[in-house]
């Protein structure tokens, strides 16, 4: 079956850089583009940007400039999104989300606490 | 982008009772898609393509609309109903989803 396993919760402080990885199973990775999605807490959906499995190019929204990096691992069907410089407005669940048309498939998510 | 405004913010009813659930986009979309979301949880694709539900979806769930606006229905609602419903459109770049609809079971 289709899966979007994402990694742990994670806690860093301010001025710190996290990685979280997204690792797709059930279908082949490079047919589908994956997407990522934040939503901070209590808040509704708000769209990152995504990155062409195929080609590896990432596209990003306005508001994920500069410090939000897709990348992937495509021999280990994941995708991964690193922020760097972390601020207290970071604190969120950052989901991927497999897209075709629409948001198929997602992530369980990752509650990614910036605190100092 | 295209703003979708969803109403209501939050709404409570009873089972039984029928829901609908709008939403509103600032431009025209060919599409627009549902999702469920339950407190703790992933969204879920729940309506895609306007009107086709997604699998395991129960057929009291129905989708409609056109241009610029589009509704959820459910035609008698359950408990286990109970969550928060987005809209989100792809039919101009960049994707953007409504706000949401925090639906309660009373």
């Known amino acids: 079956q289709i899966q979007l396993v994402q990694s742990g919760p994670e806690l860093k402080k301010p001025g710190e850089s996290v990685k979280i990885s997204c690792k797709a199973s059930?279908?082949?990775?490079?047919?589908?583009?994956m997407h990522w999605v934040k939503q901070a807490p209590g808040k509704g959906l708000k769209w990152m940007g995504w990155?062409?499995?195929?080609?590896?190019?990432?596209t990003y929204a306005d508001d994920f400039k500069g410090r939000f990096v897709f990348s992937l691992e495509a021999s280990a069907s994941t995708a991964n999104l690193q922020i760097s410089n972390l601020k207290n407005e970071d604190t969120a669940t950052y989901f991927c989300?497999?897209?075709?048309?629409?948001?198929?498939?997602w992530g369980q998510g990752v509650m990614v606490t910036v605190s100092s | 982008e295209t703003v979708l405004t969803q109403s209501p913010t939050t709404t409570a009813a009873s089972p039984g009772e029928k829901v609908t659930i709008t939403c509103h986009a600032s431009?025209?979309?060919?599409?627009m898609h549902w999702y469920q979301q339950k407190s703790g949880a992933s969204p879920k694709l729940w309506i895609y393509?306007?009107?086709k539900l997604a699998s395991g979806v129960p057929n009291r769930f129905s989708g409609s609309g056109s241009g610029t606006s589009y509704s959820l229905i459910i035609s008698s609602i359950e408990t286990e109903d109970a969550a928060t419903y987005y809209c989100?459109?792809?039919?101009?770049?960049?994707?953007?989803f409504g706000a949401g609809t925090k639906l309660e079971l009373k």
């Open positions: 989300a497999r897209y075709w048309e629409y948001f198929d498939y």
């Open positions: 059930g279908y082949t990775f490079t047919d589908y583009a």
């Open positions: 990155i062409n499995t195929y080609t590896g190019k990432p």
């Open positions: 431009s025209s979309v060919s599409y």
């Open positions: 393509d306007t009107s």
């Open positions: 989100q459109q792809k039919s101009s770049d960049p994707p953007t």
